[in-house]
Structure formats: C-alpha cells, structure tokens
C-alpha cells in the first residue's frame, strides 16, 4: 500500500513542481520588472523641411532660415539640423550663414522673440560685395543676436577673402557696420595690390 502511495504521491509533485516552475517563468518572461524610470522628452513642436522669415519692427525681412529638421522644446529652445540663415541688413548687405546643427533659444515671456541663435558643426559665414568678391568665414560654433545684428565666437575663426586670410581665437562681428574684432593669437596674410 506505501508502495502505490509512492507511485501516485512522487508524479504529483514533479507535476506540481513542473507547473510552478512554468508559471513562475512565464509570469517573469510577461511583466519584466524594470527599475529605470521613463523619460518623457518635453518637447510641443516637431516639423522637417522649415522655411521661415523673420521681419523688423518696419516690415522688412530681417532674416530667412531653413532646416531639413526642427524640434521646439517647451522649454523655449528649438533644435536645428543643417540650419541655412539669409540675413539681410539695412545698407542691402546680404550674409549667409549654414552649419550641421543649431539650437534657438527664445524669451519665455514671448516665444516669437528670439534671443540668440547658436550654430555648430562646420558653420560658414559667406558674403558677396557690389563687385562680386566672396568673403568667407569659418569656425565650428557661431552664436547669432538678431536683435543686435552681431556674430561671435569665442573658437578658432579664419576669414578668407579673394586677397585675404585672417585667422584668430574668438571674434565679433557687427554685421551693420562690417566691423570685424578678432580676439586672440591674431594672424593674417594679405596680398600685395596688382598694379
């Protein structure tokens, strides 16, 4: 009699063992217990291909920009990739500016106010004169104020002009009265005038 106890008492158990085990890892291969904690981006705006123009206080475009992608953040900040800036000044000078990335930082207050535009990443600053001669220059972040018409650095920056190169650490440029300061370790070749 102990022996059929036996018999039908060890294949219960392996069998209840066999369930329990199946349930207990099927419940761990369904609900994943995860100790990180999701990160919810707070972000209200994202579009690809942006064409926007900024005008002045007189209705005269202050400046163009497109971007083949931009994000704006809640927190006031708009994030760019491969961001093309047209301004245009008041003496009818025309800059352009392009770079890999950039980021737009806006008043809380006003949204439409922008504060500053940082560009990074191979940014180029290119103008052409009344008689065609192309200035170019170049360093790998440029802060722009719309509000002041003013370009900085404070990276290494080169200017090349057709009988020009400039280079130096840090820069400001007033793009309203052209006037170029250079900071540090300034360098500089020039041509000689043809007669």
């Known amino acids: ?6 018999l039908i ?8 063992m066999i369930f329990l085990a199946v349930d207990y890892f099927g419940q761990a291969v369904e609900s994943p217990q995860t100790s990180e904690a999701t990160v919810d981006i707070a972000y209200n705006g994202y579009s690809e ?7 002045n206080e007189q209705g005269k475009i202050r400046y163009t920009m497109r971007a083949n992608r931009q994000v704006s953040y809640i927190d006031a900040e708009t994030e760019l990739d491969e961001p093309y800036i047209q301004l245009y000044q008041e003496n009818d000078s025309h800059w352009n500016i392009i770079a890999k990335s950039g ?10 106010d922008v504060e500053e535009i940082i560009l990074s990443g191979g940014v180029e600053v290119y103008q052409m004169d009344q008689h065609g001669n192309r ?6 972040f440029l802060t722009l104020d719309p509000a002041q018409d ?5 990276a290494a920056v080169t200017m090349v002009g057709d009988a020009f190169e400039q280079s130096a650490i840090g820069m400001l440029l007033d793009l ?11 360098r500089g070749r ?3 005038p043809q007669n």
């Open 190 to 192: 020039y041509a000689a």
């Open 49 to 55: 291909g942006i064409n926007s123009v900024h005008f």
């Open 9 to 16: 008492l060890i294949p219960g158990l392996i069998a209840t």
């Open 103 to 112: 980021r737009i930082s806006a008043a809380r207050e006003d949204l439409a």
């Open 1 to 6: 009699m102990m022996q059929r106890i036996k």
């Open 176 to 186: 309203d009265s052209e006037e170029y300061v250079f900071h540090q370790e300034v």
């Open 150 to 154: 003013i370009l900085s650095t404070e």
């Open 135 to 140: 200035t170019v220059l170049t360093t790998q």
